[in-house]
């Protein structure tokens, strides 16, 4: 999301990019996207036979699978498979060397976000 030239703008430059990033998966991506199917993928969910989640054979409970933020067509799933393939709620974030005050600002920004609940892992001495 950032990128390295990012880095020498403006404070006020990350942190709309920080903030953009959550609006986006806390607001635009819960906004799920129908799918519509081509004649051939209509006719490729009649032909499949087993989920293309779990490899298992299908029976009854078959349904169409698709991306929630595009709309495209996945494959043939079974009814619980389905159900249970979801798209993460949480956003991993990994930062790397930021000790004393090369992070201060970054870690600031984060400060802004009062809606948002950060899990932060303990510091890793290792080199």
Sequence with gaps: MTSARDVFRPRGWRQWTLST????????????????????????????TQC??????????KVRDHCHLSGRYRGA??????????????????FHNLKNYDAHH???CFGNFKDHEFNILANNMEK
């Design 52 to 61: 293309y989640l779990c490899k298992r054979p299908l029976e009854d409970d």
């Design 21 to 48: 990033g959550f609006h986006y998966y806390a607001i635009i991506s819960p906004t799920i996207v129908p799918m519509n199917l081509s004649p051939e993928e209509e006719e490729q969910f009649s032909s499949e």
């Design 77 to 94: 799933a079974h009814n619980s498979c389905n159900l249970q393939y979801k798209m993460r709620k949480m956003i991993p974030v990994v």
């Design 106 to 108: 970054i870690i600031k």
